[in-house]
Structures are given as structure tokens and as C-alpha cells.
């Protein structure tokens, strides 16, 4: 019995001493090409990598049936249920279990990775608690450097095509994005969204959530790539500057992204009033207009609530006295 506790602790140490090597090795790749790290990784590589071992002696075993021309169909079944449990067990998974870093000078991520290889050579004769002692405290110190010591970026990172934009703004820790006329012009909305935003995102705020996403330019493709977004990004807020025009004609996607903000907890803001020459300076005189508009309003209200109590007050004292 204490035979095989130790077996499965000495494969337990290996596991992780694998895992922290690998995840120091792809660490700068990930980071240089803007694709998120996960909470789970470790707790997922001990859950699939069985899995995986099995598809792969599944699929060698029905390829030999194929060469040899022997019936296959039970190696086929097997294959079915176990790609059934892979992708049952993929549902469990969460946005919000990934996480990113800002991308620094490439001689950091150059370093992380000299420093991953000089500990390999440094550690080869010790014991293997103590080598996952020390890639542990390379890895923490690492994370703890990228994410809290290295300063984030702040200001704005714009993103053009065919004189349309899209500005990402970073600003007291939140992200903003204000989109004019890029999200339009997608034709593959998806792969847009997971091969080009998503790691400019990333590289410049280093998080996958946004506060707000503000569209000043509507039309179907806009609707779909905001669709898209929602399962790749953690939105907070949408404001669509639209006309009510614009909002008949893409009514069915409307409804569909206010059910979908619904599922992510997402307020959706819809400007009918906005032109749709949407211009930040008119914009703002457009509000301070209606502002002072409805201060104006309040005002004249409460002055003519006030008259009309004197008068009434007034009236009420003359009776009395009478």
C-alpha cells in the first residue's frame, strides 16, 4: 500500500515538474502572440491527458484495422463515446477561468525563457521535490512580475481598415472600445474576432474583459461580430448609436444580442437619438444641450410648483381672515 502511494505521489511531482516547464517555455510564445492563459491548465492537462492518450491508441488501433482490412466497427464506437465525453466535459468550461498579460519588450520574454532553460541545466541533479520547488518559484515570481511590478499600458491602441477604426482605450484599469465603422466590415466575423481582436486586445490590456463597446456605425455584420464577441470577451456594457430606422431593419439581431446580454449579464444602451455621422465634439454639445434642456425644464417645474403654493397659501390666509 505505501509502495503505491508512492508511485502515484512520484507521478504526481513528474506531472507537475512537466507542467511547469512546459507552461515557462510557451509563457513569452503566449504572451508575444496574445493568447490567454487559463486557472485550469494544470487541472485540465491531469483530467484530458488520459483522455488524449486513449483517442490516440484508439485511432493507431483503427488505422492498423483499416490497413490489415479487419471490421473496426467496436474501435469506431469507442471512439464516438470517448469524443462524446470530450466534448461533454468541454461544456463545464468558462470564459472567465482565462486570463492575459500585457505584451513587454520582447528582451523580457527573451530572458523568462533563457532563465526557463538555464534552471533545467542548473537542476538536473537534484531531487525532484526540489525542482518543482524551484520552477514553482520561477513561474510565481514571473506572473507576479508580468501582471503587478511591469507598469500596464494606458492610453489608446487604434485599429484600422479601409479608413475605418476601432480605438481601444484603457482607462483607470477598465477597458473601452469605440468602434467607427470597423466591426462593419467583417466578413468572417469569428475568425476576425479570436485571430485578430482578441489578441490586440490582449497584448495591449493584458484582460479580456471590456467595460463598454460603444458602435456608432450599425448595420447586420455589426450585430454578428458583437454576437461573436460575446463568447470570446467579457462585455459589461453596449451602447449602439442607431437610428430607429436602422433599429427596424435589424430587429431579429437585436432581439437575439438583448437575449444573449441577458445569459452574460451585459446592459445594452440604445442611443435612438444619435445621428449617424456620430462625431464625439457634436456629441458632446448634443448632451450638454439636452442636459441643460431638462435642467431648464426642472427649474421652470419647480418655480411653478412654488407660485402656485404661495397662491394657494395666499388664498387659504384671505378665507381665514374673512
Not at 257 to 283: A, D
Given at each position: 500500500?505505501?509502495?503505491?502511494?508512492?508511485?502515484?505521489?512520484?507521478?504526481?511531482?513528474?506531472?507537475?515538474?512537466?507542467?511547469?516547464?512546459?507552461?515557462?517555455?510557451?509563457?513569452?510564445?503566449?504572451?508575444?502572440?496574445?493568447?490567454?492563459?487559463?486557472?485550469?491548465?494544470?487541472?485540465?492537462?491531469?483530467?484530458?491527458?488520459?483522455?488524449?492518450?486513449a483517442?490516440?491508441?484508439?485511432?493507431?488501433l483503427?488505422?492498423?484495422?483499416?490497413?490489415?482490412?479487419?471490421?473496426?466497427?467496436?474501435?469506431?464506437?469507442?471512439?464516438?463515446?470517448?469524443?462524446?465525453?470530450?466534448?461533454?466535459?468541454?461544456?463545464?468550461?468558462?470564459?472567465?477561468?482565462?486570463?492575459?498579460?500585457?505584451?513587454?519588450?520582447?528582451?523580457?520574454?527573451?530572458?523568462?525563457?533563457?532563465?526557463?532553460?538555464?534552471l533545467?541545466?542548473?537542476?538536473?541533479?537534484?531531487?525532484?521535490?526540489?525542482?518543482?520547488?524551484?520552477?514553482?518559484?520561477?513561474l510565481?515570481?514571473?506572473?507576479?512580475?508580468?501582471?503587478?511590478?511591469?507598469?500596464?499600458?494606458?492610453?489608446?491602441?487604434?485599429?484600422?481598415?479601409?479608413?475605418?477604426?476601432?480605438?481601444?482605450?484603457?482607462?483607470?484599469?477598465?477597458?473601452?472600445?469605440?468602434?467607427?465603422?470597423?466591426?462593419?466590415?467583417?466578413?468572417?466575423?469569428?475568425?476576425?474576432?479570436?485571430?485578430?481582436?482578441?489578441?490586440?486586445?490582449?497584448?495591449?490590456?493584458?484582460?479580456?474583459?471590456?467595460?463598454?463597446?460603444?458602435?456608432?456605425?450599425?448595420?447586420?455584420?455589426?450585430?454578428?461580430?458583437?454576437?461573436?464577441?460575446?463568447?470570446?470577451?467579457?462585455?459589461?456594457q453596449?451602447?449602439?448609436?442607431?437610428t430607429?430606422?436602422?433599429?427596424?431593419?435589424?430587429?431579429?439581431?437585436?432581439?437575439?444580442?438583448?437575449?444573449?446580454?441577458?445569459?452574460?449579464?451585459?446592459?445594452?444602451?440604445?442611443?435612438?437619438?444619435?445621428?449617424?455621422?456620430?462625431?464625439?465634439?457634436?456629441?458632446?454639445?448634443?448632451?450638454?444641450?439636452?442636459?441643460?434642456?431638462?435642467?431648464?425644464h426642472?427649474?421652470?417645474?419647480?418655480?411653478?410648483?412654488?407660485?402656485?403654493?404661495k397662491?394657494?397659501?395666499?388664498?387659504?390666509?384671505?378665507?381665514?381672515?374673512?
Open positions: 500500500m505505501a509502495l503505491k502511494k508512492d508511485k502515484v505521489i512520484h507521478w504526481l511531482l513528474q506531472f507537475c515538474l512537466a507542467q511547469l516547464v512546459v507552461t515557462l517555455i510557451s509563457l513569452p510564445l503566449l504572451i508575444a502572440w496574445g493568447l490567454p492563459l487559463s486557472y485550469m491548465t494544470p487541472v485540465s492537462n491531469l483530467i484530458f491527458t488520459p483522455i488524449l492518450s483517442f490516440i491508441s484508439l485511432s493507431t483503427l488505422f492498423i484495422c483499416e490497413l490489415l482490412s479487419i471490421p473496426a466497427g467496436w474501435i469506431i464506437y469507442l471512439l464516438t463515446k470517448l469524443t462524446d465525453l470530450w466534448l461533454f466535459v468541454l461544456n463545464f468550461g468558462s470564459i472567465h477561468w482565462l486570463f492575459g498579460i500585457t505584451c513587454h519588450h520582447q528582451i523580457l520574454l527573451w530572458l523568462c525563457t533563457l532563465g526557463t532553460i538555464a533545467l541545466f542548473i537542476t538536473q541533479y537534484c531531487t525532484l521535490k526540489r525542482q518543482v520547488l524551484y520552477f514553482g518559484i520561477y510565481a515570481i514571473c506572473l507576479v512580475y508580468f501582471n503587478l511590478i511591469a507598469p500596464p499600458h494606458f492610453g489608446t491602441h487604434q485599429m484600422t481598415k479601409n479608413k475605418a477604426s476601432l480605438i481601444i482605450k484603457r482607462k483607470d484599469g477598465a477597458t473601452y472600445i469605440d468602434d467607427q465603422g470597423l466591426l462593419q466590415q467583417r466578413i468572417n466575423q469569428r475568425s476576425w474576432a479570436v485571430f485578430t481582436f482578441r489578441p490586440t486586445l490582449l497584448k495591449f490590456t493584458g484582460s479580456l474583459s471590456i467595460e463598454d463597446i460603444t458602435c456608432n456605425h450599425i448595420n447586420p455584420s455589426t450585430l454578428q461580430t458583437l454576437l461573436i464577441l460575446f463568447d470570446y470577451t467579457i462585455i459589461k453596449i451602447t449602439l448609436n442607431l430607429k430606422t436602422q433599429a427596424k431593419k435589424n430587429k431579429a439581431l437585436l432581439e437575439l444580442l438583448s437575449k444573449k446580454s441577458v445569459v452574460h449579464n451585459t446592459y445594452i444602451l440604445l442611443n435612438y437619438e444619435t445621428p449617424v455621422w456620430y462625431n464625439h465634439k457634436k456629441m458632446g454639445e448634443y448632451h450638454e444641450k439636452i442636459y441643460s434642456a431638462r435642467a431648464a426642472t427649474d421652470a417645474n419647480t418655480q411653478h410648483t412654488s407660485i402656485d403654493n397662491a394657494r397659501n395666499t388664498s387659504t390666509t384671505a378665507k381665514f381672515k374673512r
